[in-house]
């Protein structure tokens, strides 16, 4: 009986430390498609990527290298997150296996001394750490060592739809020559500013411009008649004081007056839907599927959107649009929010879909603290990218549902190849 219980012991021991062959491989990418994935120069369909700037020598003396998050951030972006240990080591040769304030220092004046060194050669410089050809880039403006063509401009466009209180915060996002110091006397003569402004941008560089309008109000643009815009409009022209109801209005239409007009100038729109970087953010009016009755809008087939970040946590919701033909989605911010595992599932839903309107994209932003900045995001999310775009593949060619040089060709159209068709970057 001892002796039975001794083998029945070994045999469940054994099976505990060997795990069945077919468990372990599912969990894992084909090393040989991963390897592919490596070499692609990506396009960043979304990053607030950060100009050259001469380093500050106190910055390497701060008592906190590691710095302080504005608010409690969700795991993966905390700036204790050992990941971010990997990006040092890439980037700044960084030799340590911890995140002591000591060792951190070493790591924050090695970047400070690679910022002197490249000059404004440094954005490029990183870029080039992570293997991305070119990134695109939402800011007021493109910076020092930002330039075309791999650094593309994408505007905000937000300003936009507060044409009473917000011509002053409006201005602040524009090329200094416009000239918008005061409510124009008509709706139509407001929209023709706005198409002024949007062909100025589209000279300066721009290849998209950019709502975040969910961090203001929810996603659901009504069609709203020119009859009763100008209404709202000419009620409120003078006293500026529209209620929400008549602002909502107001906005709905210029919304699509702003899409179409975009369009137009062959502009795509980036609308932010899914979680926001506020604690307090509505997350339920950022869902893609409000967008709907305005993506069937059909004075809107020539504007192509993009659903940046993917919608999450609405992602088979933001897959589901990108059957419209002149919808895409990127899965920007996902890349840090989420595990390469839980990825790596959305990008296979996406991926059995509508391939071609999947665009990769970090969300890779800088902030206050100084060793998990957009040098290590843009790093760390590019890394994570590949690594899910390489697990999912490797289960759908395991699935049999693709082959492997399909695998290959998917994953080129997600990292570079839909980017490149959508914004037009051949003919660059
Ligand atoms: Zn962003």
Redesign the pocket.
Known sequence: MKRQIYYLGCLLLSCLLLPLPSAFSQTSADGELLKAIQKIKAIDN?S?ALPARSPDPAESERPDPLGKAPFEYPVRLRVNNPEYLEAWRALYGYKHQDMTAGHAREALKAKLHLMEEKGTGYPSWVLDQAGIDITLV?MPSLGPGQNAPRFLWVPRADGFLFPFDGVKEMIKMLPERIDLDSLPSSLNEYVDKIRELLVQWKKAGAVAIKFAIAYRRPLDFAQVSDEEANRVFERHRQDGKPSARDYKTLQDFLFRSVAREAGRLGLAVHI?TGVGADPYFNVSGANPLLLEAMFNDVALRQTNFVI?HGGWPFEREAGVMLLKPNVYADF??QTFLRSTEALSEVLRAWLEWYPEKILFGT?A?PEDTPLASWEEKLWLTTRTSRQALALALTRMMRAGQITRPRAEELARMVLRDNAVKLYGLEKR
């Open positions: 979304h607030h939402n932010h940046v920007s911010a969300d932003y």
